[in-house]
C-alpha cells in the first residue's frame, strides 16, 4: 500500500516502513516497524483520533493500540477526516485497499 505508507510516513512518523490492513473481524491499520509507537505519536498528532473514531462507530477498548472498525471504508473514512486529509484522498486510498484485496 504505497500511498497509504506514504501519507502516514511524510504526516506522522517518518520511521514508518509498511502497513497493511490485515483481513478478518476488526479492520485496522498495522505499521511497521513500530506498530504501538506510531499509534502513540499519531493520537498525540491528531488530538481528535478517538472523537472521530466513534462518530465512524470504531471499537475503542483500553487493550486496542488503535481503533478498530467493522468497514474498511469506515477505517479509511475516519483516517481522512483525522488527518484533515482532502477528499479526493479518500478515493484514492480505497482504490488502493480495493486493488490489494483488503476489503
Not at 490485515?22 to 499519531?42: K, T
Not at 487493550?63 to 482532502?86: A, H, K, N, Q, Y
Request: some cysteine; glycine content about 6%.
Amino acid at each position: 500500500m504505497w500511498l497509504l505508507t506514504k501519507v502516514l510516513h511524510d504526516m506522522c512518523d517518518g520511521r514508518v516502513r509498511r502497513i497493511y490492513i490485515p483481513y478478518g473481524r476488526g479492520r485496522f491499520i498495522w505499521v511497521e516497524p513500530h506498530h504501538c509507537i506510531f499509534w502513540e505519536r499519531f493520537k498525540a498528532l491528531f488530538p481528535k483520533w478517538r472523537s472521530n473514531a466513534e462518530k465512524y462507530h470504531a471499537i475503542l477498548t483500553e487493550s486496542i493500540v488503535c481503533p478498530e472498525f467493522d468497514r474498511v471504508e469506515d477505517l479509511v473514512s475516519w483516517l481522512v477526516e483525522t488527518m484533515g486529509l482532502p477528499n479526493g484522498f479518500k478515493k484514492l486510498l480505497m482504490l488502493e485497499v480495493v486493488s490489494r484485496g483488503c476489503c
